[in-house]
């Protein structure tokens, strides 16, 4: 079986590494596979391979930076949910379960209302996500109440203050031009992803994810009870702590860089699942993968299928909730 779901992850990343080649080259300028990888050998060697310039500034300066984004943000909101659903043992736990992403949100509404730069926006965006998980890791742990259960009934709390926070800086904001561009963020873009923007998330989207890739064993076994984690020597509130950070910190970025992309945290890991294994060993890389081909893929309509582009947000959402109903209708049980 762990050879069967390995070679199984191993094709996924394969696919991955096709999508992002063939999502290069879709747009209204159509650039063949080959002709990507032939614009991508001249970029990295710096010998000319005879493309022309307009194919090589399309693709460097405006694709590049959106695929690497949609890459790493779909992998990541992924590998959040997965982490998500196994920490609070709940197959229909999103990354946004914690209410950070409702803060981030206020975060980035509340810099675009006070006309700051698209740099501060991310920046206090981040911040605003980070600040929300220490006041519900603050106020979760004066409960008296089971771990998870008060982390996720103060989640709820925290984000619902957070919504209305978000609504009332929508209420003070200028109908003709401030309230446009914080709606249209909110819906979720990656529309105008430069390096600058992806370089800020990087890195701290990326260690996340490596972090969760090599506590994955572990955290497997949070879906025992806290007496059996405990007793083969699985310092469980540590290991819980350090996946919820990480998620967050990956929910935060992804926030701060294209606003709400629903659903992606909840689609993913089930289909990861019952493609791979339940086994988180070889169920996070899948997620990974399958993250970053969806929102690639999803990230290729919302600019391609009309004139104007489509909020990927929506797209997500169009995609998710369907999916969401057959998991209620199919009563799917949550297997460690």
């Known amino acids: 079986m762990s050879q069967k779901a390995g070679i199984k992850v191993i094709i996924l990343g394969i696919a991955t590494i096709l999508v992002a080649v063939i999502a290069l080259g879709i747009g209204r300028y159509w650039i063949s596979p080959i002709g990507i990888i032939r614009v991508l050998i001249q970029q990295i060697t710096g010998h000319s391979m005879g493309m022309d310039r307009n194919a090589v500034a399309v693709v460097t300066h405006i694709r590049l930076p959106r695929i690497l984004a949609s890459l790493l943000l779909g992998a990541g909101l992924a590998l959040s949910g997965q982490t998500f659903q196994m920490i609070f043992r709940n197959p229909l736990v999103s990354p946004d379960v914690l209410g950070t992403s409702t803060a981030a949100g206020f975060g980035a509404s509340l810099s675009l209302l006070l006309g700051l730069s698209s740099?501060?926006?991310?920046?206090?965006?981040?911040?605003?996500?980070?600040?929300?998980?220490?006041?519900?890791?603050?106020?979760?742990?004066?409960?008296?109440?089971?771990?998870?259960?008060?982390?996720?009934?103060?989640?709820?709390?925290?984000?619902?203050?957070?919504?209305?926070?978000?609504?009332?800086?929508?209420?003070?904001?200028?109908?003709?031009?401030?309230?446009?561009?914080?709606?249209?963020?909110?819906?979720?873009?990656?529309?105008?992803?430069?390096?600058?923007?992806?370089?800020?998330?990087?890195?701290?989207?990326?260690?996340?994810?490596?972090?969760?890739?090599?506590?994955?064993?572990?955290?497997?076994?949070?879906?025992?009870?806290?007496?059996?984690?405990?007793?083969?020597?699985?310092?469980?509130?540590?290991?819980?702590?350090?996946?919820?950070?990480?998620?967050?910190?990956?929910?935060?970025?992804?926030?701060?860089?294209?606003?709400?992309?629903?659903?992606?945290?909840?689609?993913?890991?089930?289909i990861s699942r019952m493609t791979v294994s339940n086994d988180a060993r070889y169920s996070f890389p899948s997620t990974v993968f399958l993250g970053s081909s969806f929102l690639t893929l999803v990230d290729c309509v919302s600019r391609s299928a009309t004139t104007i582009e489509i909020p990927i947000g929506i797209l997500t959402s169009f995609i998710g909730a369907p999916f969401f109903l057959l998991l209620l209708f199919r009563e799917v049980r949550y297997d460690s």
């Open 119 to 270: 740099v501060l926006v991310s920046v206090n965006a981040f911040i605003a996500g980070i600040a929300a998980l220490a006041l519900i890791y603050t106020i979760a742990s004066r409960t008296r109440r089971e771990q998870t259960l008060g982390l996720i009934l103060v989640g709820m709390v925290v984000s619902s203050l957070f919504s209305a926070a978000t609504s009332f800086v929508k209420l003070m904001a200028d109908p003709n031009n401030v309230l446009p561009a914080i709606t249209y963020f909110l819906m979720g873009t990656l529309s105008g992803t430069d390096m600058r923007a992806l370089g800020m998330v990087a890195v701290p989207v990326g260690l996340s994810i490596a972090v969760l890739l090599a506590l994955s064993w572990k955290i497997n076994l949070l879906s025992l009870s806290e007496d059996e984690a405990r007793s083969i020597g699985v310092n469980t509130k540590l290991i819980r702590a350090i996946a919820i950070t990480c998620a967050t910190v990956i929910t935060a970025c992804s926030v701060a860089v294209a606003g709400n992309i629903g659903w992606v945290g909840l689609v993913i890991p089930h």
